[in-house]
């Protein structure tokens, strides 16, 4: 349910930046509108006594009592019947041995410490930026567009339903970084072709940045669920946190390119459509994560998506059945004699 999890709730976003135009239009004091656009965002304290904390996270701390009674919780309200035996035995299998706790301990600096989950990584970051510094500069750009800036901004926000739909029908069908990749390029050759658009045909530029701005909601969409099934599980949340921090580098950066639209009106769409597409393509390199196992620990992360390289003893003979069997494999290293 990672896919409708993750999707669904962008569109209540999307809900919530078309009522951002109207609350402008009613209070037009920027204070009074910054009072009532934050205000709201008080009720979401009380969600500490309704979250419940993770079960996987509390089995990893040793908590197991508090995973006991989040399971019986959990069991108790979808109605499913589970013996205090099972779950012992449940909860056994997923306590972790030294080992692997000390692999748990791993942080977001270890994933620059192995060289193929480095260039992904690296990848992984630099698309959290392009998408968010495209998405946010196509927002905050509706007054460079011309015409009426709340119908724009209206228009904006309402183009971002249809690209989730779009992720809801394609994700589990296409793969991830079809999609992904394909929204990127998409949207940095709808940008890059305002520039080519005469200034007396102000409709084809609105057109154009909405097309923009469909496809990078696609891919900003996507990025959610495809950059986190690239990092192992060890420090998925924390890959996850690293990416969002290097997208907060571009919402705060767009703003400032977005008044370089005073030099030349298409500069600051050329700029986010670079962007959008050399991340669109550099991401090709990235191994698909539709339907694979994903990995868990940092060994699995670095060697997930590498290909494989068999190695066979040329002096003594291989069973060619054992031969074909070892190069079907799909991770690490096979050294067959």
């Keep these: ?109 270890d994933i620059f410490k192995h060289s193929n989950l480095r260039k992904r990584s690296l990848i992984i970051l630099f698309d959290w930026f392009a998408n968010n510094i495209t998405y946010y500069g196509l927002s905050w750009n ?60 102000q409709w084809l530029t609105v057109t154009l940045a909405m097309i923009g701005k469909l496809a990078i909601t696609a891919s900003y969409g996507a990025v959610y669920i495809f950059s986190t099934e690239q990092f192992p599980t060890v420090i998925r949340n924390a890959g996850l946190g690293a990416g969002s921090t290097c997208a907060r580098i571009g919402s705060i950066t767009s703003p400032y390119i977005n008044v370089l639209a005073k030099f030349w009106g298409p500069l600051p769409l050329i700029i986010f459509g670079s962007l959008a597409l050399i991340g669109g393509v550099m991401s090709l390199v990235l191994p698909e994560t539709l339907n694979k196992k994903l990995p868990e620990t940092m060994e699995e992360g670095e060697s997930f998506g590498k290909k494989l390289k068999v190695q066979i003893d040329e002096e003594v003979p291989l069973n060619p059945e054992l031969a074909k069997q070892a190069k079907i494999q799909t991770n690490g290293s096979i050294h067959s004699k």
């Design 1 to 109: 349910m990672r896919l409708l999890a993750g999707t669904g709730c962008q569109m209540f976003f999307s809900a919530g930046y078309m009522l951002t135009a109207v609350f402008a239009i009613y209070v037009d004091n920027w204070r009074n509108l910054q009072l009532a656009l934050t205000v709201p965002g008080l009720v979401f304290f009380c969600y500490w006594w309704f979250i419940p904390e993770s079960t996987r996270w509390l089995l990893n701390q040793n908590r197991i009592s508090e995973a006991k009674n989040l399971i019986k919780i959990a069991a108790k309200q979808n109605r499913v019947t589970i013996t205090d035996d099972l779950l012992d035995n449940l909860l056994i299998s997923d306590v972790k041995s030294d080992d692997q706790q000390q692999q748990n301990k791993a942080n977001v600096l």
């Design 142 to 201: 509706t007054n460079n567009l011309g015409g009426n800036p709340y119908i724009n901004f209206v228009i904006s926000g309402a183009v971002e339903i249809p690209a989730y739909t779009f992720l809801l029908l394609t994700l589990n069908r296409w793969g991830r970084k079809f999609v992904m990749c394909g929204c990127m390029i998409t949207a940095g050759l709808a940008l890059l072709l305002t520039m080519a658009v005469p200034d007396d045909l």
